[in-house]
């Protein structure tokens, strides 16, 4: 009988044991997203959406500035750059000279840069000139564009952010930044200073959280329809960059964002899908 016992206790362990089949085989992935500021809450909802979808995918998402994203694609430091404009020459370089690639791009949402002010200042709507000289330090006065005879307390982003070139480029045409402007350390202490001064001016993604208004932009409102049909004149894209044509799950995370399920998180979120569904 005890011999029979201690049989039947090895077939025991020589059995599969189902439990430990199912360690053995979960395959575990890590992601990560380093970039935009101005993207950074979206990309965070992504990821929570498909890590739910996906249990066995962990992705991790930082901001920091499309710059700080760029060079973590080109350090290889970050599987995903979020972007919120197109790369720039030296950027292109870089990657070339790194991975003799030029990196591949993907539009996943529209966005538009809104013209913040604070709640309580009366002004509704400016002009691209008016912006510009704002931002030149032409104009230092609210009454300067019909508004209090308060001084403008001009915000702006830090250089690695994708939309302080966005401004640069667009709006101020190249020419530079005033120097009386203040630079925000984070986009969230940009928005905390418009809410709590009717004096400041800021600029940023077309969604915030922050309890500020946007401009109206050469009479323009920036609303779904202006901006899919590109009559708002801020309107532009958001981006993922890969180093080359994604594969494996960096391929799979990026087909579910232009899906419909991630499409959906976008529009939630309160950008701009690419397309309608």
């Given at each position: 009988m005890?011999?029979?016992l ?7 362990f020589l059995l599969?044991?189902?439990?430990c089949?199912?360690?053995?085989t979960?395959q ?7 970039g935009?500021d101005?993207?950074?809450?979206l990309v965070s909802?992504?990821a929570?959406a498909?890590?739910k979808?996906n ?10 500035g ?12 970050a599987?995903?750059c979020?972007?919120s ?6 950027e ?6 790194n991975?003799n690639?030029?990196g591949?791009a993907?539009?996943?949402?529209k ?8 709640n ?7 002009t691209?000139?008016q912006?510009?000289?704002i931002?030149?330090g ?17 915000l ?11 401004i ?7 020419s530079?930044y005033?120097q009386n402007?203040v630079?925000m ?7 905390k200073?418009?809410e709590?001064d ?14 500020i ?12 329809k202006?901006?899919?049909n ?11 960059y890969?180093v080359n ?12 964002v ?7 998180v ?6 701009f ?5």
């Open positions: 005890k011999k029979s201690n049989l039947i206790i090895l077939l025991l599969p044991n189902p439990n089949n199912n360690i053995q979960l575990h992935t890590s992601l990560v997203i380093k935009s101005t993207m950074k809450i909802r992504l929570e498909y890590m979808k249990p066995g995918v962990a992705i991790y998402s930082e901001g920091g499309t710059a700080t994203g760029v060079s973590a694609l080109v350090n290889n430091n599987d995903i979020a972007a404009r197109p790369l720039r020459a030296r292109v370089k870089l990657l070339a000279d991975f690639s030029v591949m993907v539009r996943i949402a966005d538009a840069v809104s013209i913040y002010l604070n309580q200042n009366p002004i509704r709507d400016l691209l000139q912006v510009r000289k931002y030149e032409e104009y230092r006065n609210w009454s300067q564009v019909g508004g209090i005879n308060e001084p403008i307390m001009i702006n982003r830090l250089p690695n952010s994708g939309t302080y070139l966005y640069k480029e667009y709006v101020l045409k190249g530079e005033t402007a630079n350390s984070s986009y969230n202490r940009l928005l200073s418009i709590d009717r004096r400041a001016i800021g600029y940023g993604g077309i969604w915030s959280q922050a309890n208004k946007s401009c109206r932009i050469n009479g323009i409102s920036p609303t779904w202006n901006i899919m590109d009559e708002y004149p801020l309107s532009r894209y958001l981006y993922f890969t044509t994604p594969e494996g799950e960096v391929r799979e995370f990026i087909d579910w232009l899906g419909p399920q991630g499409q959906q976008i529009k939630d979120v309160g950008y899908p690419i397309w309608e569904f």
